[in-house]
């Protein structure tokens, strides 16, 4: 039984920053594609950042590039978003996803692993 557990949403303000973190149990994540996904009231699921496996190529959405950051941690089986510069339009619920294929993915489809979500809110 595997686990995505995303954990550091919350509400801040325009401006502000936070860190999104993803643990794995079940999984080794240093094995698998990373993928930072978000999901707004009444949108589609949107890929915003993808890691691949080596960690040697990654791929930011247009709308966060120069803001996000994606990166792991191995011993701790872990996945980071670090968000900074953060906008009225970034308030979404966040996902993390893994998966097989090694190579980024940006396409929900493409991710064979989910976490369950964690919201993260800005508004002054």
């Known amino acids: 039984q595997y686990q995505l557990a995303e954990s550091g949403g919350g509400l801040v303000q325009p401006g502000g920053s936070l860190r999104l973190d993803c643990v794995a149990s079940g999984i080794v994540l240093e094995h698998y594609a990373i993928g930072w996904f978000r999901q707004a009231p009444g949108k589609e699921r949107e890929g915003i950042s993808c890691l691949s496996h080596s960690g040697s190529s990654t791929k930011f959405a247009d709308s966060v590039k120069g803001r996000f950051t994606i990166s792991r941690e191995h011993a701790k089986n872990t996945v980071y978003l670090q968000m900074n510069n953060l906008k009225p339009e970034d308030t979404a619920v966040y996902y993390c996803?893994?998966?097989?294929?090694?190579?980024?993915?940006?396409?929900?489809?493409?991710?064979?692993?989910w976490g369950q979500g964690t919201q993260v809110t800005v508004s002054s």
């Open positions: 996803a893994a998966r097989k294929v090694p190579t980024v993915g940006v396409g929900p489809g493409e991710y064979d692993y």
